[in-house]
């Protein structure tokens, strides 16, 4: 039964995710909102909903392992993982962008997330800086990304706009989405939980590895599709995104509603980990190009991290 709420909780919660975004970008588009507020506020905070859902009750409900660990073993698996299998597949080439601001501001994160946890609490005021810290991540990528607007952009919108014509359609979506998410995290976090206790595994160990990978496999799935079908508009940059809208939108806001602990584990091992993908992936970004063995080195990094993990416990 366990397993049972622990896989129906994620494809509930994933499931719960893309209708609110669907829901959601429906309304705005039918409301002439700037696609660009749709993108860098609406499908952002849409697709880290599952991550924040997860962290957030599990925080309210006295799991603060899993609150940090989904995060934290997101962050790992979205660079090691999911960039690493795409890359695998398809070479990708890195916008200058993503090397000289995306990353820089993804590391920089990093590091400050972990001076933050240094002293084994991730408490209000930190999360409130988070949360300043991401709205001005958001009005700055609006505007620079303004200037990059062009004509066949607004046609592609218009296109779009087409297919979102029914309101009600949108806020049954976005009414689904919420009811999804509400009740996947809730039966994901009995399950993981349960399994943990029954097993004599650590949450910390359910949620860095099961947890953390379950949450990404949506980007997973896209990133390795598209890298199938050889569309070059694979995006670094959105993984990164991803990464930084976990440690500010999630964290942040989490960590406000209620202080979250941190363990040992997280302060001497993983957030290492998590800093040295981040990094890692500098020198495999010089080219402007990842390729195929640098995507093998990734993967092989994340399944250096489970085997550590593991041999762990």
Not at 166 to 183: C, P, R, T
């Amino acid at each position: 039964m366990d397993y049972i709420l622990l896989i129906g909780g994620l494809a509930i919660l994933i499931a719960g995710g893309d209708l609110l975004v669907r829901g959601a970008v429906g309304i705005a588009l039918k409301f002439n909102l700037s696609p660009l507020v749709i993108g860098m506020t609406i499908v952002s905070f849409g697709t880290s909903a599952p991550e924040l859902l997860v962290s957030l009750k599990a925080a309210l409900e006295g799991h603060p392992e899993i609150a940090i660990g989904n995060v934290v073993g997101s962050n790992i698996a979205n660079i090691a993982l999911v960039l690493g299998l795409t890359t695998m597949i398809l070479p990708i080439p890195v916008q200058k962008n993503t090397l000289k601001i995306d990353w820089p501001i993804m590391m920089g994160l990093s590091v400050l997330f972990y001076l933050f946890i240094l002293n084994g609490v991730l408490n209000t005021w930190e999360g409130a800086i988070f949360v300043l810290l991401l709205l001005i991540f958001i009005i700055y990528q609006l505007k620079s990304s303004k200037s990059n607007e062009t004509d066949d952009d607004d046609e592609a919108i218009e296109a779009v706009k087409s297919n979102y014509s029914n309101v009600y359609l949108h806020l049954l979506f976005i009414l689904l989405g919420v009811v999804g998410l509400a009740f996947g995290a809730d039966w994901l976090l009995e399950g993981a939980v349960n399994i943990a206790k029954n097993f004599g595994v650590t949450e910390h160990v359910i949620s860095v590895t099961i947890i953390a990978f379950g949450t990404s496999v949506p980007e997973l799935a896209t990133s390795i599709i598209a890298a199938f079908k050889k569309q070059m508009d694979i995006s670094v940059g959105n993984l990164i995104g991803s990464n930084i809208f976990n440690l500010l939108a999630v964290l942040g806001i989490t960590s406000m509603i209620r202080e979250i602990p941190i363990s040992n584990q997280v302060i001497t091992n993983d957030v290492f980990w998590m800093l040295g993908t981040s990094f890692l992936l500098l020198p495999f970004m010089l080219n402007y190009n990842i390729s195929r063995w640098k995507g093998a080195v990734l993967t092989l990094s994340y399944l250096a991290y489970v085997f550590f993990l593991l041999r762990g416990i």
